[in-house]
């Protein structure tokens, strides 16, 4: 301790103030390093999950008695890392309503003394669990929730109404389904739920749009924005042929293209009936039918019957004979759905001139590209750059008619001003190349003359040498002596 002390006050307060710092830097390192030696290593068991998922979670995990903490605001569970794979497994034996939902899971321990009543509900629920974990099966979904309208019915008590299904999806961000997907999702619902067809299920967004397109089995007419849409896709695709045919043909960007289509969205059903003739009758032949029943009925003479249409007098009586004849029926029912079109117009501009053949020509190659039908009144209209801005010029020439007093004059005094400031501009180029060449020359000259070097003559030289013999021949003292001077 006396050593200590004796040294502590042999230092200077620089020397203290530095060995206390080093001391408690060193002190500090050591319980960092060994807290994170021996901290638990906590891993992702899941993340991106919901609040309600996460406290499901977490109070299974209570349960089993498994140490967790939580991250990124509630959404992610940490466990340490040799318990991430069982817990997981634990996790996913458990029944666990992940996503709100509850599968078939919730028969797993079915009361023995459950009503009626509470097992169709439990079915119905079972039901539309599993189809929220095969909608969140499908990438760019977050979440969804499914809702089946079933109409009960009995043994003696039959549905008057059909069932239905909605579904709401929340998708993620930057996602966005599209139309084949959200057709997905109601043939998914309606292979899933008897008596359901997919034009019964609704899809919503989380904004509460509808993502779902009317089909042909329903009788409700599209809207105004369906309607925008299918026009839209339509002039879109055969925009996309024209302009492939274009560029091709012109090179990208030689050719502009615009195509409005008039679609028919009208729904309607064609009923045609008509009879079928009898097999096996002759060209020159009435058509008949074919016979079903043949009945022949003899009547006494002395009997007061009438003869019907048809009989035969024969002796001793009356003989009356019935056919009846079936023909051949025939229903067609055609649905004509919507979304034909109804007529077309193409407009198309080239950069480059053309000639009245090779404009014919290219109509007939934008036509065929399109789908051109001429009865339908169908129209493409094919011009040059050329042609527009040559039927241009005319109408603006009346507006350039009226001319100067003496244009003579003015393009006389025009010309010598341009030739005047011609002339200066070659003037002022002369005397920059001129500077320029006596810039360089100068340079060359520098580095082309030779270094003078200067020459002794005769006495110089001979006053040198004896002066260096003289300074040789002396002893070592002078020269020191001379160093020090």
Do not use: C
Request: proline share 4%.
């Amino acid at each position: 301790m006396a050593t200590f002390s004796l040294f502590w006050s042999e230092l200077g307060r620089a020397a203290r103030t530095g060995l206390i710092v080093g001391t408690v830097l060193i002190v500090g390192l050591a319980l960092a390093l060994g807290y994170w030696a021996y901290r638990p290593d906590y891993q992702v068991l899941f993340s991106d999950v919901a609040a309600r998922d996460a406290a499901a979670m977490t109070a299974e995990l209570d349960k089993m008695k498994t140490p967790y903490t939580l991250a990124d605001g509630g959404t992610t569970v940490l466990v340490p890392r040799d318990l991430v794979y069982k817990t997981r497994l634990a996790l996913m034996n458990k029944d666990v309503p992940l996503h709100g939902a509850v599968g078939f899971e919730v028969f797993n321990n079915a009361d023995f003394g459950m009503t009626e009543f509470v097992q169709k509900v439990n079915y119905l629920r079972a039901i539309q669990g599993e189809l929220t974990r095969t909608i969140l099966a499908i990438d760019g979904i977050a979440s969804a929730r499914v809702h089946l309208a079933i109409p009960d019915q009995g043994l003696f008590k039959k549905a008057t109404t059909k069932p239905k299904a909605s579904v709401t999806l929340s998708m993620k961000r930057g996602q966005v389904l599209g139309t084949e997907q959200v057709a997905g999702i109601q043939r998914l619902v309606a292979a899933s739920v008897p008596d359901i067809v997919s034009g019964d299920v609704t899809v919503l967004d989380q904004h509460g749009v509808a993502l779902t397109r009317v089909n042909g089995d329903n009788e409700t007419a599209p809207t105004s924005g369906e309607q925008l849409d299918a026009k839209r896709g339509t002039e879109e695709y055969l925009l996309k042929k024209v302009s492939a045919v274009l560029d091709q043909t012109f090179g990208p960007g030689e050719a502009i293209a615009s195509v409005d289509v008039a679609l028919n969205l009208d729904r309607g059903k064609l009923i045609t009936e008509e009879v079928l003739p009898a097999n096996g009758n002759a060209a020159d032949q009435p058509v008949a039918g074919v016979v079903v029943r043949d009945r022949q009925t003899v009547r006494e003479a002395d009997s007061a019957a009438v003869g019907v249409a048809g009989s035969k007098p024969a002796a001793g009586g009356t003989t009356t004979t019935e056919f009846d004849y079936q023909v051949g029926r025939r229903v067609e029912q055609v649905a004509v759905a919507s979304g034909t079109v109804k007529r077309m117009t193409v407009a198309v501009v080239v950069k480059k001139p053309l000639t009245e053949e090779q404009i014919d020509k290219l109509k007939e190659v934008v036509s065929l590209a399109v789908g051109f039908n001429g009865a339908r009144g169908d129209a493409i209209v094919v011009n040059s750059m050329e042609r527009l801005v040559g039927s241009a010029v005319p109408a603006a020439t009346p507006a350039l008619e009226a001319p100067a007093e003496n244009p003579m004059q003015a393009t006389r005094a025009a010309k010598p001003d341009a030739a005047s400031a011609n002339v200066v501009i070659g003037v002022l180029v002369a005397l920059l190349v001129l500077v320029l060449l006596a810039f360089a020359a100068t340079i060359v000259a520098r580095r082309r003359a030779p270094r003078q070097v200067a020459r002794l003559d005769g006495a110089q030289r001979e006053q040198m040498l004896s002066d260096v013999r003289r300074w040789i021949a002396a002893p070592a003292e002078i020269h020191m002596h001379e160093v020090r001077k």
